[in-house]
């Protein structure tokens, strides 16, 4: 099962989850994990960063998942 992450102004598609992965939709890269909707780095650091803040409609994407990401803007 994969979870689809958008932003919340443009609605463009900003990522995906699948088997507890976080993965870019511009590179497929895998860039965090997810264990109960919390988002881990690579290296398992919390980064206080929760799924249910992540697309809310009308809502910009947070800064910080941006960086996760590996960009600082909605493409």
Do not use: N
């Given at each position: 099962?994969?979870?689809?992450?958008?932003?919340?102004?443009?609605?463009?598609?900003?990522?995906?989850?699948?088997?507890?992965?976080?993965?870019?939709?511009?590179?497929?890269?895998?860039?965090?994990?997810?264990?109960?909707?919390?988002l881990?780095?690579?290296?398992?650091?919390?980064?206080?960063?929760?799924?249910?803040?992540?697309?809310?409609?009308?809502?910009?994407?947070?800064?910080?998942?941006?960086?996760?990401?590996?960009?600082?803007?909605?493409?």
């Open positions: 099962m994969s979870d689809f992450i958008h932003d919340g102004v443009t609605g463009r598609q900003l990522a995906w989850i699948h088997d507890d992965e976080l993965l870019s939709a511009e590179t497929g890269q895998k860039c965090a994990t997810v264990r109960d909707g919390e881990y780095s690579l290296d398992g650091e919390r980064l206080g960063l929760h799924l249910q803040s992540l697309g809310a409609v009308g809502e910009e994407t947070p800064e910080a998942f941006l960086r996760l990401l590996g960009t600082t803007s909605v493409p």
